[in-house]
Nanobody, 124 residues
């Protein structure tokens, strides 16, 4: 059974920072793209950032220049450093791992393992 354990969410003020982490239960995920999606109330889940097995990154326009995704394959963990947070970043953030190895950094939500989500709330 695949387990993705997210941490690092919480409350931040506008302009502040948070760092999300997602630890996976499988070593073989070092060959899989990993990333983050988010879902705000009443909205669809959307891609935020992804990183391929080779370290190639992709970002949604809303995350460019503010969020940085990285991974530590030795720890089977993906991170996302979020800075210059805005109230519109408020959402549940979900870690995702591509079902298949060697995929692109832009993950497809229909082919991913999912974490349970961690809430990020940004106050103005």
């Amino acid at each position: 059974q695949v387990q993705l354990e997210e941490s690092g969410g919480g409350l931040a003020q506008a302009g502040g920072s948070l760092r999300l982490s997602c630890a996976t239960s499988r070593r073989t995920f070092s060959a899989h793209a990993m990333g983050w999606f988010r879902q705000a109330p009443g909205k669809e889940r959307e891609f935020v950032a992804g990183i391929s097995w080779a370290g190639i990154t992709s970002y949604a326009d809303s995350a460019k220049d503010r969020f940085v995704i990285s991974r530590d394959n030795a720890k089977n963990t993906v991170f996302m450093q979020m800075t210059s947070l805005k109230p519109e970043d408020t959402a549940a953030y979900y870690c995702a791992v591509d079902l298949e190895p060697l995929g692109p950094s832009k993950l497809e939500p229909s082919r991913a393992y999912w974490g349970q989500g961690t809430q990020v709330t940004v106050s103005s």
